[in-house]
């Protein structure tokens, strides 16, 4: 499934039909969208110190949200 080269890749659909994701893909309830999403800011149009700053600031967000939660354990 994880390929280096995007062209060997398999799609969307191949991957939800992989065994290893069977137990979590439920085709009666996938959501479809109307139309291609589209970013308000194109992440790829930005000048890389900016984009250094919205990781930043994200990072800053996440880390206040789940600073008084405690570690989850890891499920085998």
Not at 26 to 32: A, I, L, R
Not at 47 to 53: F, S, T, Y
């Amino acid at each position: 499934m994880l390929t280096f080269n995007p062209h060997r890749r398999i799609n969307v659909e191949e991957a939800l039909a992989h065994p290893y994701l069977e137990q979590y893909y439920d085709p009666g309830d996938e959501p479809v969208a109307d139309e291609p999403f589209k970013f308000e800011t194109e992440l790829d149009d930005l000048p890389k110190e900016q984009l250094k700053v919205l990781v930043f600031e994200e990072t800053k967000l996440f880390q206040a949200r789940n600073a008084s939660r405690p570690p989850q354990q890891a499920s085998s």
